[in-house]
Nanobody, 122 residues
Framework: VVRLVESGGGSVQTGESLKLTCAGS????????IGWFRQDSSGVRDWVAT???????SYAVSVEGRFTISRDNSEKVVYLYLNDLRPDDTGLYYC????????????????WGQGTQVTVSS
């Protein structure tokens, strides 16, 4: 069974950076695409970025050029680097594992982490 644990959230000022970590476990972890989603205060959960099992990356338009996703399959870890943060990046960031192809919609997701809070103040 794949399990996910996020870490690295915090409170920062506009323009600052954070690194989020999604640590995985389970023998099939490396056969999953991994995505990051964020949930705002109203409960809406939106896709942020995905890295496929082969290492292909994709990003939401709102974060492209500011966020970078990477993975280390030997360590079963996925990172999300958040640069030039803005107040509208605030939210609870979830790591998600998808066993099918694609990991950019909620129905794609098989396994969720518990989330890590990112708060950006102006």
């Amino acid at each position: 069974v794949v399990r996910l644990v996020e870490s690295g959230g915090g409170s920062v000022q506009t323009g600052e950076s954070l690194k989020l970590t999604c640590a995985g476990s389970g023998s099939t972890y490396n056969r999953h695409d991994i995505g990051w989603f964020r949930q705002d205060s109203s409960g809406v959960r939106d896709w942020v970025a995905t890295i496929s099992r082969r290492g292909d990356t994709s990003y939401a338009v709102s974060v492209e050029g500011r966020f970078t996703i990477s993975r280390d399959n030997s360590e079963k870890v996925v990172y999300l680097y958040l640069n030039d943060l803005r107040p509208d990046d605030t939210g609870l960031y979830y790591c998600a594992a998808c066993s099918g192809y694609g990991c950019s919609t909620i129905p794609d997701v098989n396994i969720w982490g518990q989330g890590t809070q990112v708060t950006v103040s102006s």
